[in-house]
């Protein structure tokens, strides 16, 4: 099993959550984050004084799946994400040991 974290833009969740629904994906948590990687935040105005955002809002997607579906879920994510500006995001693919259903006590794959 493999677990897919994607931080992307916040406008671009709707999109990612309708591809993987179609793509068949039946299960994701998601959490507002806040960070910076290459875009390093932007400046504002607030009642004409000029102040540095340092961490811009993202969204975290994650996604357990098997590792038959990861180059699915991968594609899938990128298409609905991607603008090609800076800022995007990433995705980040990690080993899942095991998972269980607290309401039926099913393990690993059966669980998901």
Do not use: W
């Not at 105005?45 to 038959?68: H, L, N, Q, W």
């Not at 609905?80 to 995705?91: L, N, S």
């Amino acid at each position: 099993m493999k677990k897919v974290e994607a931080i992307i833009r916040v406008f671009k969740l709707e999109d990612v959550k309708n591809a993987l629904t179609e793509a068949g994906v039946h299960g994701m948590t998601v959490s507002e984050v806040r960070g910076f990687g290459r875009q390093k935040g932007h400046t504002e105005m607030y009642r004409g004084t000029e102040y540095a955002v340092d961490f811009v809002p993202k969204v975290k997607i994650e996604v357990v799946c098997s590792a038959g579906n990861l180059q699915l879920v991968i594609d899938t994510i990128l298409r609905g994400a991607q603008t090609g500006q800076i800022g995007d995001g990433k995705i980040f693919v990690t080993e899942l040991e095991n998972s269980i259903r607290i309401r039926t006590g099913e393990t690993g794959e059966d669980a998901l």
